[in-house]
C-alpha cells in the first residue's frame, strides 16, 4: 500500500499558523521607525520641516483660524539688528517670580514646563502678568544681527483681562555652547524617560522660575510680534534679554532627542520686520543710530 505524502499539507498549516505572527510582527516593526514619516504626519497637526505639507509656509493653509500665520504684519520671529534700534535707559518691567507646582510635558513639537497655581508675574506698565510656561526652541527662533544661537527658551506670560489689548508677554532667552544650563541639568532625568513618548507627563513638584531668570542681564529687546507657533496670534510683547545664556551641547541635544522627528530643529523661519520698532531697554546706550 502506497503511502500518503503529508509534506505539503504540514507546510501550508504551519504557513497558515504563523502568518498572524508575522502580520503583528510588520506592524511593530512599522511603529518602530521602517513607516515612521507617515505615522507623523498622520498626528501632528503643524510640523517644522519645510517643503512638507504641513511645514512653515503653510501654516496659515492648514487651517482658517491659522490665517494670521500667512496674512499676519507683526509676526515672529525676527532678526534683531542694531540698525534702527531706540535705547531707554529706564528698564520697563519687573519680575516677581516665585517657586509652585509644575509639570514637564512632551507636546511632540517641543518640551515645555507648566506652573500650577502662582508662579508670579513679570511686572509691565503697572500690569501683572501672570507666568504660565516655559518651552524651548533648537536652534534659536530670534536672531541677533543676523546670528542664530543654539537654544531658545520662551518664558510666557498671559493676562486674561479683557480690557486689556496685548494679553500675551514672552520673555525670551537666548543659549550658546558653554557649561551646562542649571534648569536643564535638574530636568535631565525627566527629559530622559521621555524621549519618543509625545503626551508623556512628569510632576516636578516645586520648581523656582528664578532658576532661569538668575544670570539675566540688566538689557533686554522689545518689540510688537506674534506667537511663532500656529495660530500666529498677533499683539505679542516680546522681551528678548540681550546676554546670552550658556548650555551644553549634550542638553540641547536631549531636548531634540525627546520630541518627533519633525520638530528636532522646532525654531520657525526669521519673518519680516516690516519697519517695526526694536527698543533696547538699558542702563547704557551701546549702539549709535542709524537709519532703517
Not at 211 to 225: L, P
Request: proline share 5%.
Amino acid at each position: 500500500m502506497k503511502k500518503k505524502n503529508y509534506y505539503p499539507i504540514l507546510i501550508i498549516f504551519g504557513f497558515l499558523l504563523y502568518l498572524p505572527l508575522f502580520l503583528n510582527a510588520t506592524s511593530i516593526g512599522q511603529k518602530n521607525g521602517e513607516d515612521h514619516d507617515d505615522e507623523v504626519e498622520d498626528q501632528v497637526e503643524f510640523s517644522y520641516k519645510e517643503g512638507s505639507k504641513k511645514g512653515p509656509s503653510k501654516w496659515g493653509e492648514l487651517h482658517k483660524e491659522w490665517k494670521t500665520c500667512k496674512i499676519g504684519k507683526m509676526q515672529s520671529p525676527i532678526d534683531i539688528s542694531s540698525c534702527g534700534i531706540k535705547k531707554k535707559r529706564k528698564l520697563g518691567h519687573k519680575k516677581l517670580y516665585k517657586p509652585s507646582n509644575s509639570t514637564l510635558r512632551n507636546r511632540g513639537h517641543d518640551i515645555s514646563l507648566h506652573w500650577h497655581g502662582d508662579a508670579g508675574s513679570i511686572l509691565m506698565n503697572g500690569t501683572k502678568y501672570p507666568l504660565l510656561q516655559i518651552h524651548w526652541h533648537s536652534p534659536s527662533e530670534h536672531t541677533i544681527n543676523g546670528r542664530r544661537y543654539a537654544l531658545e527658551l520662551h518664558m510666557v506670560h498671559h493676562n486674561t483681562d479683557e480690557k486689556l489689548e496685548n494679553k500675551i508677554v514672552v520673555n525670551a532667552v537666548l543659549y550658546k555652547f558653554g557649561r551646562p544650563d542649571t534648569l536643564l541639568f535638574i530636568l535631565r532625568r525627566h527629559l530622559l524617560s521621555m524621549v519618543d513618548q509625545e503626551g508623556e507627563e512628569s510632576n516636578l513638584g516645586i520648581i523656582n522660575p528664578s532658576y532661569v531668570t538668575t544670570n539675566y542681564g540688566k538689557s533686554y529687546y522689545k518689540y510688537k510680534g506674534s506667537l511663532t507657533t500656529p495660530p500666529c496670534t498677533e499683539g505679542v510683547t516680546w522681551l528678548v534679554n540681550k546676554k546670552v545664556q550658556p548650555v551644553s551641547k549634550s542638553q540641547v541635544k536631549l531636548l531634540r532627542e525627546a520630541v518627533h522627528d519633525h520638530a528636532v530643529r522646532n525654531a520657525r523661519p526669521l519673518q519680516p520686520r516690516n519697519k517695526r520698532r526694536i527698543h533696547l531697554y538699558s542702563k547704557e546706550c551701546e549702539y549709535p543710530s542709524c537709519q532703517l
